[in-house]
């Protein structure tokens, strides 16, 4: 009907809301991977960091939930966990091969 109100977002907003949320969170758990675990050759084997992954992927269902998204398929799960899994690999790698001091 006419006098309804949208609640749902576009396709297109729904999708760089998702991409946008997994890619930040990958690099946020990369960062507090090399603050809690170092940035040291023996870092790069301590499976804290994984851990730190696991949640910070787990920790975005809820929150998209909560902004009104839905995630509801089995791809929109591989998605999250591929997309945060990808940026956490990528910046942790960066930071243990420069060596920086966080």
């Not at 499976?47 to 269902?61: N, S």
């Not at 956490?88 to 243990?96: N, Y």
Request: hydrophobic share 55%; proline share 1%; glycine share 10%.
């Amino acid at each position: 009907m006419a006098t309804e109100t949208q609640t749902e977002l576009s396709g297109h907003l729904r999708g760089v809301t998702v991409t946008t949320l997994a890619c930040l969170a990958g690099i946020a758990a990369a960062v507090l991977s090399g603050v809690l675990v170092g940035t040291t050759v023996e870092a790069a084997t301590n499976q804290l960091a994984v851990g730190i992954l696991g949640a910070f992927v787990l920790v975005q269902f809820p929150v998209l939930r909560a902004i009104g998204i839905d995630i509801s398929g089995a791809k929109d799960y591989l998605y999250v966990g591929f997309m945060t899994f990808a940026l956490w690999f990528i910046s942790f790698a960066i930071l243990l091969t420069s060596g920086v001091q966080l």
